[in-house]
């Protein structure tokens, strides 16, 4: 939160017997106070316990001001959701580009995936089920599969020597996989679940890419 800058002069009374006013936020910082205080809302309750009147009352401020930045409860909770997956994709993103080797690749990016379903999983689950994502939000989630899709072939190509159409393939359903693991984890949420999930998803990985890699020379039509 923003803090009011202080002066003192000679002559003046201390600083602590002046009245002081915040600084204003700015729009931004703003908007994002009030996308706190729904986030706050819906990890403590529901979907139901979000209205444009209880955000007001968390972020302190008046139901205008909350007007004033979302049309309605609906785009609200859609800019939520649209802020939560974009960090959580910037998040994922800066760990798998930080790895050296695509199974590094992998194992960040299904380590990630596991932390952040314990973090916020319960958040964006939410929100999806409540149907508040916006057509743009979902072409955007398509396009960052597809970004990907396409930086995990690559890196694959590069390093097994894999043909560009084999590793699309096979990097598409080891990617499409990840939800299958998350379904388990969720099942048994747990930090040993977890390891033991990562584990045993990184080693189907390791052990899929080697073997279409000793298949490089068979195409298969």
Do not use: C
Not at 113 to 142: D, I
Request: charged share 30%.
């Amino acid at each position: 939160m923003s803090r009011a800058a202080t002066q003192t002069s000679a002559g003046r009374r201390p600083l602590e017997a002046e009245p002081l006013e915040p600084a204003r936020l700015g729009r931004e910082e703003r908007r994002d106070a009030i996308l706190d205080a729904a986030d706050a809302l819906l990890a403590a309750g529901d979907v139901d316990a979000v209205s444009m009147e209880s955000v007001a009352e968390r972020a302190g401020v008046s139901r205008p001001l909350v007007y004033k930045h979302f049309a309605n409860r609906g785009e609200l909770l859609a800019a939520l959701y649209e802020r939560e997956a974009g960090l959580l994709h910037a998040e994922l993103a800066a760990d798998v580009e930080a790895a050296d080797t695509v199974e590094e690749m992998f194992r960040a990016l299904i380590h990630g995936a596991l932390r952040a379903q314990a973090s916020r999983g319960a958040t964006l689950a939410a929100l999806r089920s409540a149907g508040l994502r916006s057509r743009a939000s979902r072409e955007e989630q398509r396009r960052r599969d597809r970004t990907t899709l396409r930086y995990f072939g690559r890196r694959a190509v590069r390093q097994f020597g894999l043909d560009e159409r084999r590793a699309r393939a096979g990097v598409a359903i080891l990617l499409g996989a990840i939800e299958t693991v998350l379904a388990q984890w969720r099942r048994r949420p747990t930090r040993e679940h977890a390891a033991l999930l990562e584990d045993t998803y990184v080693a189907l990985v390791v052990g899929g890419i080697e073997e279409l890699a000793k298949r490089k020379g068979a195409d298969p039509g």
